[in-house]
């Protein structure tokens, strides 16, 4: 069973920055795409950048040139780092890690993120 563990949540100001981290544990195959994805209070849960082998990332609209999405070393295992700079505070959200093997969706719990004077 897949299991993912985020890190790196937390309270900012705007113009400020954060990193999110997301370790995949559980499995030994390589995801086909890894990503965050996020949901703020009374909104669906939107992307946010996944990464996708052979196609590279992709970013929403609202975080592009602000937010970076990278995968960390594959031979210390399945990561997944999300860079946020610039933060606003309709950034605020819970943040998902999200990975895809072999066609299946896997989540972690979440992490808050609150941008706030």
């Known amino acids: 069973q897949v299991h993912l563990v985020e890190s790196g949540g937390g309270l900012a100001q705007p113009g400020g920055s954060l990193r999110l981290s997301c370790r995949a544990s559980?499995?030994?195959?390589?995801?086909?795409?890894m990503g965050w994805y996020r949901q703020a209070p009374g909104k669906e849960r939107e992307m946010v950048a996944t990464?996708?082998?052979?196609?590279?990332?992709?970013?929403a609209e609202s975080v592009k040139g602000r937010f970076f999405v990278s995968k960390g070393d594959p031979r210390a295992g399945n990561t997944v780092y999300l860079q946020m700079n610039n933060l606003k505070v309709e950034d605020t959200a819970v943040y998902y890690c999200?990975?895809?093997?072999?066609?299946?969706?896997?989540w972690g719990q979440g992490t808050q993120v609150t941008v706030s004077p």
């Open positions: 999200n990975t895809v093997i072999r066609g299946i969706p896997n």
């Open positions: 990464i996708t082998v052979g196609a590279g990332a992709n970013y």
């Open positions: 559980g499995t030994t195959l390589s995801p086909v795409r």
